[in-house]
């Protein structure tokens, strides 16, 4: 089956990381650039199915370039994606009077990037397998005070932290953890994605905790937690 193209347009590698993360699934051909001319270029030449594009870009706003796509009587019936920061009303706005289909909201959740790409791609949700991993994680909101938990799960997008003390969700986090395998030591950003508390918890199979997304892993650091799961199957 053909792989469904989407372009990552952003100038910055924490944003473009997070998205190769969300959409690393098979039926995806992930193309990311730095710019609205590297932008242009794409959409002529590898006709994508879907585009997300950030409005503050070097050399060409996301907004003048998605005016520019949507005026190209060959490729208007690309869907774009704008991407801006919460409260920025203005750039909304921007975003919306330049004929993108929709906009995101960095920080990014996953979830609407999913819905986005189910109605825009027609494919299924199909949530990200977990590996079982008893890690000792240090974490805290800033990398001076540092608490330390454990895992109960990992997958390269993110995993499950016990603790008593969970944190309100979009918390961001520093975090710091050693994979068993080669011993390599994972420094990270990353925020609460969402809370298993103690009474009434969202899935009672689980420990009172917290849902920790990745927002800042290189790409060799991907590889490896990769590998540590792969390797752990075995």
């Not at 347009?9 to 190769?20: G, H, I, P, R, S």
């Not at 870009?57 to 690309?78: A, F, L, Q, Y």
């Not at 994680?137 to 990992?154: H, I, P, T």
């Amino acid at each position: 089956m053909e792989r469904k193209k989407v372009v990552l347009a952003d100038d910055v590698e924490l944003f473009l990381m997070l998205e190769n993360t969300v959409f690393n699934r098979d039926e995806f051909e992930m193309i990311t650039v730095r710019s609205g001319h590297e932008v242009l270029k794409v959409i002529r030449e590898a006709k994508p199915d879907l585009v997300f594009m950030d409005i503050d870009m070097p050399g060409m706003n996301g907004d003048e370039c998605c005016r520019i796509v949507k005026r190209d009587v060959m490729n208007s019936h690309i869907p774009v994606i704008m991407v801006t920061r919460r409260g920025r009303k203005e750039a909304v706005e921007r975003c919306r009077e330049a004929g993108c289909e929709g906009v995101v909201l960095k920080p990014i959740d996953r979830g609407d990037l999913l819905a986005v790409s189910r109605k825009y791609l027609n494919v299924k949700e199909r949530g990200a397998q977990r590996f079982t991993a008893r890690l000792s994680v240090k974490y805290g909101v800033n990398s001076s005070e540092l608490r330390k938990e454990y895992s109960r799960d990992l997958n390269s997008g993110g995993m499950f932290l016990e603790t008593d003390n969970p944190l309100e969700i979009d918390t961001m986090l520093y975090m710091e953890f050693n994979l068993p395998a080669g011993g390599r030591t994972i420094r990270c950003q990353a925020r609460v994605a969402w809370v298993n508390q103690v009474e009434s918890p969202k899935k009672p199979q689980l420990p009172a905790g917290v849902g920790v997304q990745f927002l800042s892993l290189g790409q060799a650091d991907i590889d490896a937690i990769r590998k540590y799961i792969k390797t752990g199957e075995q």
